[in-house]
């Protein structure tokens, strides 16, 4: 069984950042592809970054691209995503996403294991 746990979140002003980090548990993480997903208030949880199980390639969703960067760590099973610029429509609870064998994808459903979520809040 696959556990992860986001760490980092909080409240920021606009134009701060955030690092935000996610540590896996319980299976071996260089055979995951990863990623970030966000829900915000009453919205639809969305698709934020994903890098491949190398760490060689990544995607974002375009209103972060130039702001966020994905980044993993396979000696420490770690995943991180550092936040720039943060602006308040960024403010959601943050998920990050564990699938064993794929990479890259950027729908929930791709995904088999997730945290529990960690909350990142950017007043204005």
């Known amino acids: 069984q696959v556990q992860l746990v986001e760490s980092g979140g909080g409240l920021v002003q606009a134009g701060g950042s955030l690092r935000l980090s996610c540590v896996v548990s319980?299976?071996?993480?260089?055979?995951?592809?990863m990623g970030w997903f966000r829900r915000a208030p009453g919205k639809e949880r969305e698709f934020v970054a994903a890098?491949?199980?190398?760490?060689?390639?990544?995607v974002y969703q375009e209103s972060v691209k130039g702001r966020f960067t994905i980044s993993r760590d396979s000696a420490k099973d770690t995943m991180d995503l550092q936040m720039n610029s943060l602006k308040p429509e960024d403010t959601a609870v943050y998920y990050c996403?564990?699938?064993?064998?794929?990479?890259?994808?950027?729908?929930?459903?791709?995904?088999?294991?997730w945290g529990q979520g960690i909350q990142v809040t950017v007043s204005s």
């Open positions: 319980g299976r071996t993480f260089r055979n995951y592809g």
């Open positions: 996403a564990a699938c064993e064998g794929f990479e890259l994808l950027r729908f929930p459903s791709g995904y088999e294991y």
């Open positions: 890098i491949s199980i190398s760490g060689t390639f990544t």
